[in-house]
């Protein structure tokens, strides 16, 4: 079921699958390309005033005011159940702004707990965190910040990955459940048109121009009573307790899906990606007309090599086996295998009867040497009763084939035996 699950949770394309909805969005990507411009211009106007504006309420209605001009709309539910002496909210994750969308409505910080830090953390919206020391002293650092009385409240996403907020959430982290005995839940939904709301691997930019590309992205915010840790519960227990919570508020499933498995599967679809395009490659060059070598000089000249040894082999299906090898003496090998089977199947299909010819006819054409000239005689008059003979009588058939196509070469360009190896 979670294998199931874990392909549901995250989205691999941006663009829509529909075909409706595709070409609605090719209808408007020239309106949308303007409209990133402008939002980009108008968003330097929105860092410049949140940086010049003291934190305030007057300074959260601006800014929310602006995101919505940036296609960012917030909306909120529950608004009575904030606890204002809450130290610790905890939400789960859908994009890159979620923090920044939560402190539109109410102050908070969220710590840096991994990227660039400096200058790029404080300009996204987040706070520095030493985390030299590890987990360990993450959680101090976070425990002595919750305990001073005029702090602001901490924002901490236990799922430590976005997810696309349609499937389930992934397992959330004990560490942060550690910092407060009191926590509040604050669910958010994300919902935009035409587009994933992200995709792994896509860096916070990327993600920021998608966003004024869209008409607009809704966010909804919910806020859930506060909950306290039980005695004699553990962190996890506690963490599941909470994710069961933010799960049923938001429609979800509860998964044990970690960070750590979602970056496996990342990697994983990126490794298969690759391998299936390159086989779809090399099989339309093997079982259709399409001469992918013919163009390449060094596959035609070793495709001239290989002729001159089997003039009557046909030059493209030379060159197709050349593309897959690379090397002369392999597709030498490789033709002479492939008219010794095409022999073996004919004098088969005579011994096998029906059940041979049903059995050809569901395979899938592969191209075959036509012969228009005389091989050897090397079917074995006799077929070998252990492995050991068959292999034996294998080996015979090649060095009969390979004898003659020396034979063959030293007549078409006279030279002695005795010069040729």
């Not at 968003?43 to 010049?52: D, I, N, P, Q």
């Not at 809450?86 to 994009?95: G, M, P, Q, S, Y």
């Not at 994933?196 to 691997?201: I, M, Q, Y």
């Not at 869209?214 to 227990?237: I, K, M």
């Amino acid at each position: 079921m979670e294998t199931r699950a874990i392909e549901e949770m995250f989205d691999f394309r941006r663009l829509p699958t529909d075909g409706l909805i595709l070409l609605l969005f090719l209808i408007y990507s020239p309106v949308g390309l303007c409209l990133m411009f402008l939002r980009v211009f108008i968003g330097v106007h929105v860092f410049l005033v949140s940086c010049a504006l003291p934190e305030s309420l007057l300074r959260r209605c601006i800014v929310r005011i602006m995101c919505s001009m940036l296609g960012m709309h917030v909306k909120q539910s529950n608004h009575h159940s904030r606890d204002r002496h809450t130290k610790l909210f905890i939400c789960n994750h859908v994009t890159e702004f979620d923090h920044n969308i939560i402190n539109l409505l109410t102050p908070c910080n969220t710590p840096m707990l991994g990227g660039s830090a400096g200058f790029l953390c404080w300009a996204r919206g987040y706070t520095e965190l030493d985390s030299a020391s590890g987990v360990a002293g993450m959680e101090e650092s976070l425990e002595r910040y919750c305990s001073m009385a005029d702090s602001v409240p901490l924002l901490l996403f236990p799922e430590e990955e976005t997810t696309n907020g349609r499937a389930g959430l992934l397992k959330f982290s004990s560490w942060p459940f550690s910092v407060t005995h009191s926590i509040q839940p604050v669910a958010v939904r994300v919902k935009r048109p035409f587009l994933a709301l992200n995709t792994p691997g896509s860096s916070w930019v990327t993600e920021l121009l998608w966003t004024f590309f869209v008409p607009c992205t809704v966010y909804h915010v919910s806020w859930l009573p506060p909950v306290s840790r039980q005695d004699g519960e553990s962190l996890q227990e506690y963490a599941n307790k909470v994710q069961e919570m933010l799960a049923c508020e938001l429609g979800l499933v509860s998964t044990q899906i970690t960070k750590a498995d979602k970056a496996e599967h990342v990697k994983r679809k990126r490794h298969i990606a690759p391998q299936a395009t390159n086989t779809s490659v090399r099989s339309r060059s093997i079982f259709t007309g399409q001469n992918t070598g013919a163009d390449n000089p060094g596959i035609r000249r070793m495709a001239e090599q290989v002729q001159e040894v089997l003039p009557d082999v046909p030059f493209s299906l030379i060159t197709r086996d050349l593309v897959q090898t690379n090397c002369v003496d392999a597709t030498i090998t490789n033709l002479l295998e492939m008219s010794d089977d095409s022999t073996s199947e004919a004098i088969g299909g005579q011994a096998f009867g029906p059940f041979r010819n049903s059995t050809t006819v569901a395979a899938a054409p592969v191209p075959t040497i036509t012969k228009t000239f005389c091989y050897p005689q090397t079917a074995s008059k006799l077929f070998g009763k252990s492995p050991v003979d068959r292999h034996l009588s294998l080996q015979e058939r090649k060095e009969a084939l390979y004898e003659f196509a020396r034979r063959r070469y030293i007549e078409k360009h006279g030279l002695d035996r005795e010069d040729c190896p």
